[in-house]
C-alpha cells in the first residue's frame, strides 16, 4: 500500500510538473507573441489597426508622411482621432486633403510630431515639446488633465516599434 502511494504520489509530482513546464511554456511563447507584435507594428500600423484613426491616416498617406512615420524613431505622436478632426470647422479637412494644399497637411501633421519617445510621465516634467514642425507645443498639467495646447490627452503611452502615441480630443494647429 505504502509503495503504490508513493508511486500515485510521484506520477502527480511529475504531472504537476509537466503541467507547469506547460504553463510556462505558453506564457513565454505568448508573451513571445506580443513582442514580436509590438515589434512589427510601428506608428503607422497602430494607428491603421484602430478604427478612431481612420482621418488620421488618411491624412497621412495624402501628406506622403507614412514612410516617415514608419521609420525606426523613435518618435512621439499626439493623435487626434476622427472625432477631433470633426470638431474642426466644415470643410477644412477636406481642404486640408486637396493635393494643392499638401504643404500645409504636412505643416499641421508634423506639428502632432515630437522626435524621441516622450511618455505620460515625461510629458508632465515639461511645459512644451519642440515639434518635428518647427514649433514648439504647449504643455499644462492640471491635476490628471494633460493638455497639449488646447487638446486634452485622453489616452497615453500606446507603444509603437518606433515611438509612442498620445490620443488628443482636439486637432492641435501650429501657430500662424
Known sequence: MKA?????????????????ALADHHKDKMDEMKDKTQEKMDIVDVAASNENFTTLVAALKAAGLVDALKAEGPLTVFAPTDEAFAKLPPGTVE???????KEKLIEVLTYHVVPGKVTASDVV??????SLQGQAITVTVDGETVKVDDATVTATDIGASNGVIHVIDQVILPKS
Do not use: Q, T
Request: avoid cysteine; glycine fraction near 4%; charged fraction near 15%.
Open 4 to 20: 503504490l502511494l508513493l508511486k500515485a504520489s510521484g506520477i502527480f509530482m511529475a504531472a504537476a510538473l509537466s503541467f507547469s
Open 95 to 101: 481642404d486640408l486633403l486637396k493635393p494643392e494644399n
Open 125 to 130: 516634467m515639461v511645459d512644451s515639446a519642440n
